[in-house]
């Protein structure tokens, strides 16, 4: 879990959620609020009342159906296994109440860490055929290290500041995974006040449907409940796109570039989107294949 792995059986092994050997932490160590994705309040540091004693949740197949519709929607980038096994060494927070603090400490800030580490993983992909990337494999070794320090240190960081030291080479990497990419005339939204399609746009419940949206950069954009049905996305940079409840229905998401399973589980599809390698079909879009 220490190495930056390739891609095996279509997940990064290290960057991707293994609940088997985590101790329940996105059920415990995060809050939610009485909202749309969740129906009650729940503070920082209680566990979930669906928790189990093995650290499952009870209602996992009805999870929507209950209202917990958050749950079904994060991803904590193999941020859990992390800290339950390598940063505490197999230690639960069931065991030790100092143990607990410290653990639900770090975990978000591992969470973080794992995300960009997703997307500089990403980027040493893009630039590999295109140009040198040691650049790219010196900084995500950069952050790697940080993943493996001390509860105490990792609770210490800046994490924003880490994204920001590497955001330059993910833009890099988008750009020369572009380069020479004609891009298409997307069909014109059609609100009344057409809106740029640029870097962090506000497209909330634009109509692109059918868009050839392939080399654009919308990094950043607010994309919520926009209808992207039939567009094309392929090697179209989503670093950081909202795309909550946005309907992917036959879109083409396959070479989209920096786009997250978590983002693809906040959206609506069905058995006609295309996603990329390696990523699930979320159990709740219509017409999900079997």
């Given amino acids: 879990m220490g190495e930056r792995t390739r891609v095996a059986l279509g997940r990064r092994d290290d960057l991707g959620a293994d609940c088997d050997n985590c101790f329940g932490l996105c059920c415990v160590a995060l809050a939610f609020a009485k909202s749309a994705d969740f129906p009650f309040d729940k503070p920082a540091g209680d566990p979930c009342v669906n928790l189990d004693a093995h650290d499952g949740c009870r209602i996992h197949p009805q999870l929507r159906d209950r209202g917990f519709k958050g749950c079904t929607v994060f991803d904590c980038f193999g941020a859990g296994q992390k800290i339950s096994q390598r940063t505490f060494a197999g230690r639960s927070w069931r065991d030790d109440p100092e143990v607990r603090m410290r653990m639900f400490a770090s975990f978000p800030i591992m969470r973080r860490l794992h995300e960009l580490l997703w997307y500089l993983d990403e980027a040493i992909s ?76 506000d497209l909330m419940g634009v ?84």
């Fill in 207 to 290: 109509d692109l449907a059918g868009a050839d949206l392939r080399g654009r950069t919308l990094r950043g954009s607010i994309l919520i409940a926009a209808d992207l049905s039939g567009a094309d996305l392929e090697l179209c940079d989503l670093l950081g796109v909202d795309l909550r409840d946005a309907d992917l229905s036959g879109a083409n998401l396959d070479g989209a570039i920096f786009l997250t399973q978590m983002q693809v589980n906040s959206a609506r599809g069905d058995d006609a989107t295309r996603l990329p390698h390696g990523f699930e079909r979320p159990t709740h879009w219509a017409g999900r294949l079997a």
């Fill in 126 to 201: 893009l630039v590999t055929p295109l140009a040198p990337s040691a650049e790219w494999v010196v900084e995500f070794e950069r952050v790697r290290a940080l993943t493996e320090e001390s509860a105490e240190t990792l609770t210490s960081l800046d994490v924003d500041a880490q994204f920001d030291a590497s955001r330059a080479l993910l833009v890099r990497a988008s750009e020369l995974a572009r380069k020479g990419f004609v891009i298409a005339s997307a069909s014109t939204p059609k609100p009344k006040r057409a809106r740029k399609l640029q870097p962090g746009s």
